[in-house]
């Protein structure tokens, strides 16, 4: 099936550091998103993007993450700073319409 | 609000046998149900989904899931396992009306297939 790509796998920061997390979608699709997994804990959504803008955003997409996709490059998700909480499994997700989503293998993110 | 709740963490069955993964959904509106598994260091990979219809879906793989409006529930089956099947399931609920494409989880069954 179509795959979506994360790099890097595995990122490990200190605290108040910046950091990135990049997602390539599935090349014709259109809606892009991000979920946090705290280990052992339940996927929670973070953020919609569609046609530029941010759609949706819950309540754990804080002032520090932002979310971008210049034209023909990947979707990042950028934490300025981070905190230890942040520390997380970051996955992206894409779809053509509003249906199904093709997940992204995560990004381990290491906030020490 | 709506939530999903996958009752059993963990799973072992042997291969061979027939498998069940519970899953309980709570909506205010139309449920779109899906159905994931994650591979070890893979994304999620969509076995089925439903949206309306018959109630019973089939999927990728030989697993297919019953849908009942009555205990709101959304069950995944499949006949005879196979050691491969070993991964996590995520039972998954969007809604139709409300929010743009939100997805909510469940907290995900793990599945060990002993042989």
């Given at each position: 099936?179509?795959?979506?790509?994360?790099?890097?796998?595995?990122?490990?920061?200190?605290?108040?550091?910046m950091?990135?997390?990049?997602?390539?979608?599935?090349?014709?699709?259109?809606?892009?998103?991000?979920y946090?997994?705290?280990?052992g804990?339940?996927?929670?959504?973070?953020?919609?993007?569609?046609n530029?803008?941010?759609?949706?955003?819950?309540?754990l997409?804080?002032?520090?993450?932002?979310?971008?996709?210049?034209?023909?490059?990947?979707?990042?998700?950028?934490i300025?700073?981070?905190?230890?909480?942040?520390?997380?499994?970051?996955?992206?997700?894409?779809?053509?319409?509003?249906?199904?989503?093709?997940?992204?293998?995560?990004?381990?993110?290491?906030?020490? | 609000?709506q939530?999903?709740?996958q009752?059993?963490?963990?799973?072992?069955?042997s291969?061979?046998?027939?498998?069940?993964?519970?899953?309980?959904?709570?909506?205010?509106?139309?449920?779109?149900?899906f159905w994931?598994?994650?591979?070890?260091?893979?994304?999620l990979?969509?076995?089925?989904?439903?949206?309306?219809?018959?109630?019973?879906?089939?999927?990728?793989?030989g697993?297919?899931?019953?849908f009942?409006?009555?205990?709101?529930?959304?069950?995944?089956?499949?006949a005879?396992v196979?050691?491969?099947?070993?991964?996590?399931?995520?039972?998954?609920?969007?809604?139709?009306?409300?929010?743009?494409?939100?997805?909510?989880?469940?907290?995900g069954?793990?599945?060990?297939?002993?042989?």
């Amino acid at each position: 099936g179509p795959k979506v790509l994360q790099i890097p796998s595995h990122q490990i920061i200190d605290m108040g550091q910046m950091v990135t997390l990049n997602c390539d979608p599935v090349s014709n699709h259109l809606y892009f998103y991000w979920y946090k997994q705290i280990l052992g804990q339940q996927m929670e959504f973070l953020v919609n993007f569609y046609n530029g803008k941010v759609m949706e955003k819950s309540k754990l997409f804080k002032d520090q993450f932002s979310v971008e996709r210049p034209d023909g490059s990947y979707f990042t998700l950028k934490i300025q700073p981070t905190a230890l909480e942040d520390s997380a499994v970051y996955f992206c997700a894409s779809s053509l319409d509003q249906d199904t989503q093709y997940f992204g293998p995560g990004t381990r993110l290491l906030v020490l | 609000a709506q939530s999903v709740t996958q009752p059993d963490a963990r799973v072992t069955v042997s291969e061979g046998a027939s498998l069940q993964l519970r899953c309980k959904y709570s909506s205010s509106g139309t449920p779109y149900l899906f159905w994931y598994v994650q591979y070890p260091r893979q994304g999620l990979q969509l076995l089925l989904k439903y949206y309306s219809g018959d109630p019973v879906v089939q999927g990728v793989n030989g697993f297919e899931a019953e849908f009942s409006k009555s205990n709101s529930s959304f069950h995944l089956r499949k006949a005879s396992v196979h050691w491969s099947d070993s991964a996590v399931y995520f039972c998954v609920l969007r809604m139709v009306s409300g929010s743009f494409n939100k997805l909510t989880f469940g907290a995900g069954t793990r599945l060990a297939v002993c042989p």
